[in-house]
């Protein structure tokens, strides 16, 4: 049987070569050869003839599968969803995509090995520009710096404080590793050499001018 669907379902249907009799549900029907056996989802049977079934329903299209062959096309897909901010393993769970032992394939193989690398590389580090300005968002946002206490005065939320710290040590940990020509140095922020701080520490040093003295204990 194949598969075809209309409005509301997708059922398996075949084309009947002789005269059959099909229990339905509304008892034993006598099919013409030339009709249609159509077996619903709730698994019971009726019978459609060739105009009608030609009106409600469509052939489902098999999916073409996980590409396992290298091309150009494929390689530039992967790369646009690194640049969006996807991570590799999410992509090759995408059923059209190709699985991560594929693309393991692509990097052993010496005729391409070179090129694909360098493609890959370039978009990771392209990725790593798109996610300093989520890390600059993040801590741009003070939006639920500040809860409402037992009392119902103003308190600091610590919680969500040292949540938005540890995004930020976490997307600069990867920016660096994806970038290390770009976000590998720290910043010289006397520009005399003698206090360097990085991206994460600027970060809790806000942290700790926009609460006050409450920033730690």
Same mark, same amino acid.
């Given at each position: 049987?194949?598969?075809?669907?209309?409005?509301?379902?997708?059922?398996?249907?075949?084309?009947?070569?002789?005269?059959?009799?099909?229990?339905?549900?509304?008892?034993?029907?006598?099919?013409?050869?030339?009709?249609?056996?159509?077996?619903?989802?709730?698994?019971?049977?009726?019978?459609?003839?060739?105009?009608?079934?030609?009106?409600?329903?469509?052939?489902?299209?098999?999916?073409?599968?996980?590409?396992?062959?290298?091309?150009?096309?494929?390689?530039?897909?992967?790369?646009?969803?690194?640049? @969006?901010?996807?991570?590799? *393993?999410?992509? %090759?769970?995408? /059923? !059209? =995509?190709?699985?991560?032992?594929?693309?393991? &394939?692509?990097?052993?193989?010496?005729?391409?090995?070179?090129?694909?690398?360098?493609?890959?590389?370039?978009?990771?580090?392209?990725?790593?520009?798109?996610?300093?300005?989520?890390?600059?968002?993040?801590?741009?946002?003070?939006?639920?710096?500040?809860?409402?206490?037992?009392?119902?005065?103003?308190?600091?939320?610590?919680?969500?404080?040292?949540?938005?710290?540890?995004?930020? @040590?976490?997307?600069?940990? *990867?920016?660096? %590793?994806?970038? /290390? !020509? =770009?976000?590998?140095?720290?910043?010289?922020? &006397?520009?005399?050499?003698?206090?360097?701080?990085?991206?994460?520490?600027?970060?809790?040093?806000?942290?700790?001018?926009?609460?006050?003295?409450?920033?730690?204990?």
């Amino acid at each position: 049987m194949a598969k075809f669907r209309n409005q509301t379902e997708t059922v398996d249907a075949r084309r009947l070569e002789i005269a059959e009799t099909v229990a339905t549900v509304d008892g034993d029907v006598a099919a013409p050869a030339g009709h249609w056996l159509v077996t619903h989802a709730d698994g019971s049977a009726s019978v459609c003839d060739p105009d009608t079934f030609r009106i409600l329903y469509s052939p489902v299209k098999r999916g073409r599968g996980r590409p396992s062959k290298y091309s150009q096309a494929v390689v530039d897909r992967i790369c646009s969803r690194l640049i @969006e901010g996807e991570s590799l *393993r999410r992509i %090759c769970s995408d /059923p !059209e =995509m190709p699985s991560i032992t594929t693309i393991w &394939n692509w990097y052993r193989r010496e005729d391409i090995k070179e090129d694909f690398l360098k493609q890959f590389l370039r978009a990771r580090a392209f990725q790593s520009l798109v996610m300093d300005g989520d890390m600059q968002d993040i801590a741009d946002d003070s939006s639920r710096d500040f809860t409402e206490g037992e009392d119902g005065e103003e308190a600091v939320d610590r919680e969500h404080i040292q949540r938005s710290k540890l995004r930020v @040590e976490t997307l600069w940990r *990867r920016m660096k %590793c994806m970038n /290390p !020509e =770009m976000f590998a140095e720290k910043l010289d922020l &006397n520009h005399g050499g003698s206090v360097e701080m990085s991206l994460p520490e600027l970060f809790a040093e806000a942290m700790k001018k926009r609460i006050g003295d409450g920033g730690d204990d």
